[in-house]
């Protein structure tokens, strides 16, 4: 089973900034869409981001346009979110996905591999 793997993950408090990163040592990102998604406690998981393979085009959920950017490595097969001005409604456990096409939507089901998550704690 390919597997991506997560890591930045943290406590901060609210406004501070975070980035997280994804990658993956058993496959090459470069060919695959690649979408961060959250998932709090009680809640289902949503999406955040997206971004296709070239980088040329990415999506981002509204509670996060304009705090969030997602970006790409290829060369060091390597995906990043930055987040900034942090919210304490931004409390989750994010996941990397890798899927075929980075929708609008940010549709959980169009992703087929995952990592095994990385805790944002937005606390004061």
């Known amino acids: 089973q390919l597997q991506l793997v997560e890591s930045g993950g943290g406590l901060v408090q609210p406004g501070g900034s975070l980035r997280l990163s994804c990658t993956a040592s058993?496959?090459?990102?470069?060919?695959?869409?690649i979408g961060w998604f959250r998932q709090a406690p009680g809640k289902e998981r949503e999406g955040v981001s997206c971004?296709?393979?070239?980088?040329?085009?990415?999506n981002y959920a509204d509670s996060v346009k304009g705090r969030f950017t997602i970006s790409r490595d290829n060369a060091k097969n390597m995906v990043y979110l930055q987040m900034n001005s942090l919210k304490p409604e931004d409390t989750a456990v994010y996941y990397c996905s890798a899927g075929s096409r980075c929708s609008e939507y940010l549709i959980v089901r169009e992703y087929d591999y995952w990592g095994q998550g990385t805790q944002i704690t937005v606390s004061s």
């Open positions: 971004i296709n393979f070239s980088g040329g085009i990415t």
């Open positions: 058993e496959f090459t990102l470069g060919y695959y869409a």
